[in-house]
């Protein structure tokens, strides 16, 4: 069984980055695509970016396309997301996961859920 622990939340203003950690632990994500998803209070999870299993080839949401970047490191068992330039809009819980078939852009295709970690971008 797979474990994903996400890190590397907080309180930032705006125009400020932050770079959150998603560990795997019980097995290892080198053969899993892996993504992203944000959830805002009061709204649907929505996906953000995703990575194929060996980094080769990643993909963004429209609203963080040039400002935030998702990498990984197979022998460290770890997914990152570098947010650069972040806005009040960006402020939500921000899920890594790792998906059923490929890299996943929607939570159906999510076979395991980190808890989550917060984000808060102040105006």
């Known amino acids: 069984q797979l474990q994903l622990i996400e890190s590397g939340g907080g309180l930032v203003q705006a125009g400020d980055s932050l770079r959150l950690s998603c560990a795997g632990s019980?097995?290892?994500?080198?053969?899993?695509?892996m993504g992203w998803f944000r959830q805002a209070p009061g709204k649907e999870r929505e996906y953000v970016a995703r990575?194929?299993?060996?980094?080769?080839?990643?993909y963004y949401a429209d609203f963080v396309k040039g400002r935030f970047t998702i990498s990984r490191d197979n022998a460290k068992n770890t997914v990152y997301l570098q947010m650069n330039t972040l806005k009040p809009d960006d402020t939500a819980v921000y899920y890594c996961?790792?998906?059923?078939?490929?890299?996943?852009?929607?939570?159906?295709?999510?076979?395991?859920w980190g808890q989550g970690t917060q984000v808060t971008v102040s105006s």
């Open positions: 996961a790792a998906g059923r078939h490929g890299s996943p852009t929607r939570a159906d295709e999510v076979a395991y």
């Open positions: 990575i194929i299993f060996n980094g080769e080839r990643t």
């Open positions: 019980g097995r290892s994500i080198s053969m899993l695509g």
